[in-house]
């Protein structure tokens, strides 16, 4: 069976320190991989997704960058986080084509003081 | 702009009761649509998808789909406390990207 891990859970960190998330499916070859963030009470909002290592596609283009090393691997990172970058963010990895939803990771709560 | 529409709630339904959740779609010509709960603090799970016109029924939930005036629903029957959190819904428009836009989603109370 698939399984996507997501960490940390949690993260407090200052203003304009470095920010590195990290997300890994277990169970899949080639998947589509994303990362979304919620603002609280908010919808949620896509940032990044990758059809394949090394292509990112890039929602959102803000302080914040992807990466995907390898197959089944997604990379989140910044490299001076704002206050404004506080929320949920969640990776999600789907099967390619059409009809298929996510399966999201369980998390990370970040939240920048 | 695609859109992706729902009401915030909370939509507060007894125990045992029928809950209606419902989502209308700007973007005609839409393929997939997909019902997520999300409880508090926690990340959205798939619950149901839903592809043609009609319903689909999985246990206590019934998804219902009319493309033609746009707007898909979700009915969950003999509701319980446990099925209390946000119900997010989510459309993939057509072309080739197939990213779902997504619905703010509607906030579920089922009280005993």
């Known amino acids: 069976s698939q399984t996507i891990h997501q960490w940390p859970a949690t993260l407090v960190q200052p203003v304009g320190s470095p920010l590195s998330l990290e997300c890994t499916v277990e169970?899949?070859?080639?998947?589509?991989l994303y990362w979304y963030r919620q603002a609280a009470g908010r919808g949620l909002q896509l940032l990044f997704y990758?059809?394949?290592?090394?292509?990112i596609s890039s929602e959102v283009p803000q302080n914040l960058s992807a990466s995907r090393p390898q197959d089944r691997q997604f990379i989140l990172s910044s490299k001076k986080l704002l206050l404004s970058d506080s929320g949920f963010y969640l990776c999600?990895?789907?099967?390619?084509?059409?009809?298929?939803?996510?399966?999201f990771g369980s998390g990370t709560r970040l939240t920048v003081v | 702009q695609k859109e992706v529409e729902q009401n915030s709630g909370p939509l507060s339904v007894p125990e045992g009761a029928i809950a209606s959740l419902n989502c209308t779609y700007s973007?005609?010509?839409?393929?997939?649509f997909f019902w997520y709960r999300q409880y508090s603090g926690k990340s959205p799970e798939l619950i149901m998808s839903?592809?043609?016109?009609g319903d689909k029924e999985d246990g206590r939930f019934t998804a219902q789909l009319n493309k033609a005036s746009q707007y898909v629903s979700l009915l969950i029957r003999d509701s319980q406390p446990s099925d209390s959190a946000t119900y997010l819904c989510?459309?993939?428009?057509?072309?080739?990207?197939?990213?779902?836009?997504f619905g703010r989603g509607t906030s579920l109370i089922v009280h005993p």
């Open positions: 999600a990895w789907s099967r390619q084509g059409l009809n298929y939803g996510y399966t």
């Open positions: 169970g899949t070859s080639n998947p589509n």
């Open positions: 990758s059809v394949g290592i090394g292509q």
């Open positions: 973007d005609r010509g839409s393929q997939s």
């Open positions: 839903i592809y043609s016109n």
């Open positions: 989510a459309v993939t428009p057509p072309g080739g990207s197939y990213i779902p836009t």
